[in-house]
């Protein structure tokens, strides 16, 4: 699915695509900064709800609700 044609946030615009990088970027700092604090799975599975907290936006039943 090319999460580039769905809309994320409207203001400032961003694609669930730009926004998810986004959200990928930071966890990847805070990483960085606090790597001594995560387990490796821990990294894996928080980047991996990075990817996919947003998937639901592109269902419409589930935005009415």
């Known amino acids: 699915m090319d999460m580039s044609s769905y809309i994320a946030k409207s203001v400032p615009q961003r694609s669930i695509a730009e926004h998810t990088q986004d959200l990928v970027d930071a966890a990847d700092v ?3 900064l606090y790597k001594d604090y995560f387990s490796e ?15 639901g936006k592109v269902i419409f039943l589930f935005k009415r609700k």
């Open 30 to 32: 805070c990483f960085e």
């Open 41 to 55: 799975l821990e990294i894996e599975l928080i980047k991996l709800a990075c990817k996919y907290h947003d998937y």
